[in-house]
């Protein structure tokens, strides 16, 4: 990572598309740590960036206020770009990141759910600057820099099968001495998978039933275990991981009040995530061949209810 030249003395610049719940996070922690950082969203939470900056509350990292700058589109060359969009938005979102505004040293690490998006980011900016990650954090945006990390944890898994390993080396390092707990898994498939397989039944059933992950868990166990099951045979035929047991016993251990973002967005009218998700997963299985009836009946109903 070279961009700017900025990277011989350790700090680098990074954009960050989207700056919400997770993206707010990652920009104040790595701007606080000493790295430039560029947020692009739209006008008005740019205006509102560039002048107070992103307040952060987090019991893990601290309450502080972090200075970033903003603006509508990307017009630099980074070392990395961020985008920590939700799925429904990727696609309007990317415009703010012309390909041609990328340098060839560019990393571009995407914070999304489901499994299907590096494909399509490949398509755009290139195989070789693509760098798909998975992070482990409840974080929420309040309102344009105002974000709230709740969780007692951040953890990032930094993947990419076709970006070299020095970069990918080069921002775990920045994320992790920023205060994330960072690693490098060297399966994409499995980082990704084993995300999906934990995030689809739980993001599913909490959606469809309106319920918090222990009432769930409680009284609609039967499917819950057997949309576990699918998900595993799923994951297992994708190339991912599978163990339905270790699964449902991370689910048990959630506290009960636990829910999904997919619930959150419902319960706020905001669109769903269902296709990256439950329409991923059904398309995983029709290209293997795995039965997936709960699958298939949950995505159908919340397809109808969320019209």
């Not at 920590?84 to 990727?90: E, G, S, W």
């Not at 920045?174 to 898994?185: N, Q, S, Y």
Request: proline share 7%; glycine share 8%; with cysteine.
């Amino acid at each position: 990572m070279t961009a700017n030249g900025t990277a011989a003395d350790g700090r680098l610049t990074v954009a960050v598309l989207g700056p919400g719940g997770i993206g707010g996070l990652l920009a104040a922690l790595l701007s606080r740590s000493g790295h430039r950082v560029i947020c692009l969203a739209g006008d008005e939470t740019a205006k509102t960036l560039r002048t107070g900056g992103i307040r952060v509350r987090s019991g893990l990292f601290g309450d502080f206020t972090a200075e970033v700058e903003a603006d509508t589109e990307l017009r630099e060359t980074v070392d990395a770009c961020l985008v920590t969009v939700k799925a429904t938005a990727l696609d309007t979102a990317l415009t703010r990141v012309p390909p041609t505004a990328l340098g060839d040293d560019a990393m571009v690490v995407p914070f999304l759910n489901g499994v299907e998006h590096p494909q399509a980011l490949r398509a755009r900016y290139g195989p070789h600057r693509v760098a798909p990650a998975v992070i482990r954090a409840e974080s929420t945006r309040l309102a344009p820099g105002e974000i709230e990390h709740a969780s007692p944890f951040a953890e990032i898994d930094l993947t990419g099968d076709t970006a070299p390993r020095d970069r990918l080396d080069t921002l775990t390092q920045a994320l992790a001495a920023a205060g994330p707990t960072t690693r490098v898994l060297p399966d994409e498939t499995a980082a990704l998978w084993a995300k999906m397989s934990f995030l689809a039944p739980f993001a599913l059933l909490t959606t469809r039933h309106a319920l918090p992950l222990g009432d769930v868990r409680t009284r609609h166990r039967e499917e819950l275990t057997a949309l576990i099951e699918e998900t595993a045979a799923i994951s297992h035929a994708s190339g991912g991981p599978a163990d339905p047991a270790q699964a449902l016993a991370r689910y048990d251990a959630f506290p009960p009040s636990t829910k999904s973002s997919m619930q959150r967005d419902a319960e706020a009218g905001r669109p769903l995530e269902l296709d990256a998700i439950g329409g991923a997963l059904l398309r995983a299985a029709d290209r293997h061949g795995v039965p997936a009836p709960v699958t298939a009946r949950l995505v159908r109903e919340l397809g109808e209810t969320a019209h």
